[in-house]
């Protein structure tokens, strides 16, 4: 049975930072990449940021450009989100996925394949 447990997320005031972890398990995580997506309230959820399996390739919605980091450690099946420069509107839920062969459609939620329960990430100002 595929998990993704998402963590870190919390409180924080506006210019804060904050890691979130995204652990897997039940996966061959090194075959996957990982993407990262956030709904706010009453909004649709959207794409933030992805890594490719081989962390060759990452993406970045560009509303996060230059403040949000992706990265992995496939030894510990583990992706994380470094967001740095907190704003009031970054708060919301944020997700992890997994998905295999999405090509150049890592932004699209739909290709992939499992997704975790959300953190939620509150920035104050």
């Known amino acids: 049975q595929v998990q993704l447990v998402e963590s870190g997320g919390g409180l924080v005031q506006a210019g804060g930072s904050l890691r979130l972890s995204c652990a897997a398990t039940?996966?061959?995580?090194?075959?996957?990449?990982m993407g990262w997506f956030r709904q706010a309230p009453g909004k649709e959820r959207n794409f933030v940021a992805s890594i490719t399996w081989s962390a060759l390739t990452t993406s970045y919605a560009d509303s996060v450009k230059g403040r949000f980091t992706i990265s992995r450690d496939n030894a510990k099946n583990t992706a994380y989100l470094q967001i740095n420069s907190l704003k009031p509107e970054d708060t919301a839920v944020y997700y992890c996925?997994?998905?295999?062969?999405?090509?150049?459609?890592?932004?699209?939620?739909?290709?992939?394949?499992?997704w975790g329960q959300g953190t939620q990430v509150t920035v104050s100002s």
């Open positions: 996925a997994a998905g295999r062969y999405l090509g150049r459609y890592q932004y699209l939620e739909d290709k992939y394949n499992y």
């Open positions: 039940g996966l061959t995580f090194g075959s996957y990449t």
